[in-house]
């Protein structure tokens, strides 16, 4: 059986998405799946962030070159073995469209700013695309992510994207946590187990092993307010 693919994307730069690919994967193998990270981005921040070798499993460094034909990329990542594969996309349109159209779940993160809701509409744009040209269905799980309930931006956020009617996940808060567990080379749940930041991406798995299970029967999933709760900031960024 050919793995399951989550291609995390967002046309905007620095909203989460390697953070979110690399501690997804992590908590994916921390449950004992057998899983791959795919860094597709020229920059290779996810391949950076492995470096220092605490990682629990394999990254995969199969670069997406702006403006190049994506045909070749499509089948190096088709050839990845493994029950799950991760892939951390570059803000580039091509690339985007390429990720999402290998994709059992899209996970698109978004910062609490005007800015990134219009990128998010945008990269539903290329979404929609997709869709069209494609029979499976295809699960987004808008990420609301950095999020400080201190800041009206950051309690309105959710609300905010409730108009693009897609799937909606518990908010993750602003931690350093994330920052630390980048600059430590190890996972979110290595960093701080049971901690603010592990238990988000706790929940995230949660959310998006639900949808890879789904049945087939099921086009898309409607938006869903249920997966929507309050987020906790026990340890938000400015305050630690
Ligand atoms: N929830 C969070 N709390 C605090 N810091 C975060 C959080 N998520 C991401 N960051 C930080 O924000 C910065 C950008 O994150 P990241 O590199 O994951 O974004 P990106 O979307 O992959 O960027 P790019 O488009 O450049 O690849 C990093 O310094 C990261 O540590
Ligand atoms: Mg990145």
Same mark, same amino acid.
């Given at each position: ?95 985007? !469209?390429?990720?999402? /159209?290998?994709?059992? @779940?899209?996970? $698109? =993160? ?6 990134? +809701? #219009? ?12 869709? !069209?040209?494609?029979? /499976?269905?295809?699960? @987004?799980?808008? $990420? =609301? ?6 800041? +009206? #931006? ?87």
């Amino acid at each position: 059986m050919r793995a399951k693919r989550v291609a995390v994307v967002q046309r905007k730069g620095g909203v989460g998405k390697t953070t979110i690919a690399v501690s997804l994967a992590a908590e994916i193998s921390r449950r004992g799946g057998d899983v791959a990270l795919i860094d597709a981005d020229p920059l290779r921040s996810a391949c950076h962030w492995a470096e220092l070798g605490g990682l629990t499993y394999p990254i995969q460094q199969i670069t997406l070159h702006p403006g190049q034909p994506a045909t070749r990329w499509v089948n190096a990542v088709s050839r990845v073995a493994g029950a799950y594969v991760v892939i951390d996309t570059p803000p580039v349109d091509d690339a985007v !469209a390429a990720s999402i /159209a290998l994709a059992d @779940v899209a996970i $698109v =993160p978004c910062l609490p700013s005007g800015l990134d +809701l #219009e990128a998010t509409g945008r990269t539903l744009d290329v979404v929609r695309v997709i869709r !069209a040209r494609r029979s /499976a269905p295809l699960p @987004v799980i808008l $990420v =609301p992510n950095r999020v400080d309930r201190r800041t +009206l #931006e950051g309690r309105q956020i959710v609300e905010e994207l409730e108009r693009f009617g897609e799937i909606i996940a518990p908010p993750i808060g602003s931690r350093y946590s994330f920052v630390r567990a980048f600059s430590s080379g190890i996972s979110v749940a290595a960093l701080d187990p049971g901690g603010s930041a592990a238990h988000e991406l706790g929940v995230l798995c949660d959310l998006v092993e639900s949808y890879l299970h789904q049945k087939p029967a099921v086009r898309r999933a409607e938006p869903s307010r249920a997966a929507v709760q309050p987020s906790h900031d026990h340890e938000a960024a400015s305050a630690s």
